[in-house]
């Protein structure tokens, strides 16, 4: 298991420390980029067997509306579990399985999300990977805002992905926002790239020094249907987006551990 440390706001740490490169954070800068779609898809298309999806978005609760699920069990419940030191492997007893065979951890709609999320980030990624065992967790962090949760969450992870449209209105979000990220998240920082827009991959990496992990294809309504819930088929994982998705998977997967300071979150706490 990889080490992981404790940091607190205002601490001095004169060495560096690995992240636990099995917390991957999916999220955005600006609501609406397909952010907990593609969340789905890398759980779905994860190399390894067993990982599970964290729906820890504070503003969530769409995954159970789009799946016909009941939130609980699901993150409130887990939340409470995990606060109170159950067991390993705890996780996967608040997941649910989605027809997708995608085993996720469910949150509710309305501000009860936003508390169970707190909770977590209070609790850090010692006790979130105790609760998950060996398994890879994708955390769907839904909007990383200054000082927030989902920041909060998104620093736990050894890789956060913001998903953005290639357009300059979007990037110019990113990009303003870059200085603060790179302070915060203690993993690596990429860019999943959705929907139509004039930048291609290569320059949005170039421009605002930040690699492109992949590329999200524009009208593939089969594919975004699958990832939202609404169609299913045996044939589902040859839709576009669902092996875009896998070929981002597969990339976070084989990337090698990232080694950096650790973070100093701006507003908050990060426990490690």
């Given at each position: 298991?990889t080490?992981?440390t404790?940091?607190?706001?205002?601490e001095h740490?004169?060495?560096?420390?690995?992240?636990?490169?099995?917390l991957?954070a999916?999220?955005?800068v600006?609501?609406?980029?397909?952010?907990t779609?593609?969340?789905v898809?890398?759980?779905?298309g994860?190399?390894?067997?067993g990982?599970?999806?964290?729906e820890t978005d504070?503003?969530?609760?769409?995954?159970?509306?789009?799946?016909?699920?009941?939130?609980?069990?699901?993150?409130v419940s887990?939340?409470?579990?995990?606060?109170?030191?159950?067991?390993a492997?705890l996780?996967?007893a608040?997941?649910?399985?989605?027809r997708?065979?995608?085993?996720?951890?469910?949150a509710?709609?309305?501000?009860t999300?936003?508390?169970?999320?707190q909770?977590?980030?209070?609790?850090?990624?010692?006790m979130?990977?105790?609760?998950?065992?060996d398994?890879?967790?994708?955390?769907?962090?839904?909007?990383?805002?200054?000082g927030?949760?989902?920041?909060?969450m998104?620093a736990?992870?050894?890789d956060?992905?913001?998903v953005?449209?290639p357009?300059?209105?979007e990037?110019?979000?990113?990009q303003?926002?870059?200085?603060?990220?790179?302070?915060?998240?203690?993993?690596?920082?990429?860019?999943?790239?959705?929907g139509?827009g004039?930048?291609?991959a290569a320059?949005?990496?170039?421009?605002?020094?930040?690699e492109?992990v992949?590329?999200?294809?524009?009208?593939d309504?089969p594919?975004a249907?699958?990832?939202?819930g609404?169609?299913?088929?045996?044939s589902?994982?040859?839709?576009?987006?669902?092996?875009?998705?896998r070929?981002?998977?597969?990339r976070?997967?084989?990337?090698?551990?990232?080694y950096?300071?650790?973070?100093?979150?701006?507003g908050?706490?990060?426990h490690?």
């Amino acid at each position: 298991m990889t080490g992981v440390t404790v940091r607190r706001v205002g601490e001095h740490w004169g060495d560096e420390h690995w992240v636990d490169e099995r917390l991957i954070a999916v999220g955005s800068v600006k609501g609406g980029t397909g952010a907990t779609s593609l969340a789905v898809g890398v759980a779905a298309g994860w190399p390894q067997p067993g990982a599970v999806l964290v729906e820890t978005d504070p503003d969530g609760g769409d995954l159970a509306a789009r799946y016909g699920h009941h939130p609980d069990p699901g993150l409130v419940s887990f939340a409470a579990a995990a606060r109170s030191g159950g067991a390993a492997d705890l996780l996967r007893a608040h997941a649910q399985q989605l027809r997708l065979g995608v085993d996720v951890v469910l949150a509710p709609p309305g501000d009860t999300a936003a508390a169970a999320v707190q909770a977590l980030a209070q609790g850090g990624t010692q006790m979130l990977r105790r609760a998950a065992g060996d398994a890879a967790v994708i955390l769907d962090v839904g909007r990383v805002g200054h000082g927030g949760p989902g920041l909060s969450m998104a620093a736990m992870a050894g890789d956060l992905v913001l998903v953005v449209r290639p357009t300059l209105d979007e990037l110019i979000q990113v990009q303003a926002r870059l200085g603060w990220l790179r302070e915060t998240v203690g993993g690596r920082l990429w860019l999943a790239l959705s929907g139509p827009g004039p930048y291609q991959a290569a320059e949005v990496a170039r421009d605002l020094g930040v690699e492109v992990v992949g590329e999200l294809p524009r009208n593939d309504r089969p594919g975004a249907g699958v990832l939202a819930g609404q169609l299913v088929g045996r044939s589902w994982r040859k839709a576009r987006l669902p092996r875009a998705a896998r070929s981002i998977a597969l990339r976070l997967a084989a990337a090698p551990p990232w080694y950096v300071p650790p973070p100093v979150l701006l507003g908050a706490e990060v426990h490690r």
